[in-house]
């Protein structure tokens, strides 16, 4: 039987030791950090499993795999939301609802009627919007410790200190920059709030001609905020302009967010490859698994399963890195 090492307890490590479970396999799992955690970008990631939103900037591969994450993660006993999303624009920014919408695809036009039933607490805030129904979302957090539970139930512990043995994956994120040297950061910076005066019950993009914002609820009265692309390899904290922007996204969705409580304000850095398309790349007895940019947890399922099936069977990955020079 195959003997596998995974280095990285992240979203990508998880998911591939998931997979090699399922076919029969006991990979060994190596962080230095242990459980799940901060140090992983995963971990304060949004969770959108929103393929037909991400075309607006990404490509049709992702759209075509980001479709099945949603089943997966069920697959794998974490709570999914379907209840689509919600995509808002001030007036002053209409014309960028006509450009997302002209760039994406599966989203049916909404006005303020139709606004206010989704969510009614919307009422009178926005002219037009673009509702995704059949996009969902899950809370990273609670996803990442179903599945680091279920390995532990069958005997796969996240080891801290030990020496890979076997096939090595390496599955390290942006901490693999060291071996992959056309591996880059893009940060992405959050904002967790408590409202309990706000209900919203689905994910909402308010479009901004800069910076994109989302609002997610994590149920509970608690949403999570989040800026994405910028681009930067550095873990730094949360940019003044970058929390300026968020707080005012949320207040221009909803008033009621001035007077929600702070309770976390986090950054890190995404790791991309140049095309912002995750990889498999095989150098010697190390099989890299890398560059999942902000579509971590809708590609991880995808790029998990081609690293299993490559392991256990030969079978060559869409994504193999050799094949897109």
């Not at 995963?42 to 075309?55: D, I, N, T």
């Not at 994956?169 to 910076?189: P, T």
Request: net charge negative; with cysteine; proline share 6%.
């Amino acid at each position: 039987m195959t003997e596998v090492t995974i280095l990285g307890a992240g979203v990508m490590g998880l998911s591939i030791a998931t997979e090699l479970a399922s076919r029969g396999l006991t990979p060994r799992l190596i962080d230095p950090a242990g459980k799940p955690g901060a140090h992983a970008c995963s971990w304060r990631a949004g969770g959108m499993l929103a393929p037909y939103c991400e075309a607006e900037s990404a490509e049709p591969v992702v759209v075509r795999h980001g479709r099945n994450a949603a089943d997966w993660w069920q697959a794998q006993g974490v709570e999914v939301t379907h209840r689509g999303t919600l995509v808002l624009a001030p007036s002053r920014d209409r014309a960028e609802l006509d450009r997302f919408a002209r760039m994406t695809e599966a989203h049916s036009p909404v006005d303020a009627e139709t606004i206010a039933t989704l969510e009614p607490e919307l009422e009178g805030r926005f002219a037009r919007g673009l509702f995704f129904g059949t996009e969902s979302h899950l809370n990273p957090r609670e996803a990442l410790r179903v599945l680091r539970d279920r390995l532990a139930e069958k005997g796969i512990e996240i080891e801290t200190d030990a020496a890979p043995t076997g096939l090595t994956v390496d599955a390290r994120g942006l901490s693999a920059r060291d071996e992959l040297a056309d591996l880059r950061g893009v940060r992405g910076e959050m904002l967790v709030l408590r409202c309990p005066e706000v209900t919203l019950t689905r994910t909402v993009r308010l479009l901004h001609p800069r910076i994109p914002l989302y609002i997610v609820p994590r149920g509970e009265g608690i949403y999570m905020i989040g800026a994405t692309m910028l681009e930067t390899g550095g873990k730094y904290r949360v940019t003044a302009r970058s929390a300026v922007e968020m707080l005012s996204a949320a207040y221009a969705l909803h008033p009621g967010f001035a007077e929600a409580e702070i309770l976390e304000l986090g950054s890190d850095a995404r790791p991309a490859f140049p095309d912002n398309l995750p990889r498999l790349r095989r150098r010697g007895n190390t099989l890299y698994a890398n560059g999942l940019y902000r579509h971590g947890y809708l590609l991880a399922p995808t790029v998990a399963r081609m690293a299993a099936d490559y392991i256990t069977t030969g079978q060559r990955p869409e994504f193999m890195d050799e094949d897109h020079p």
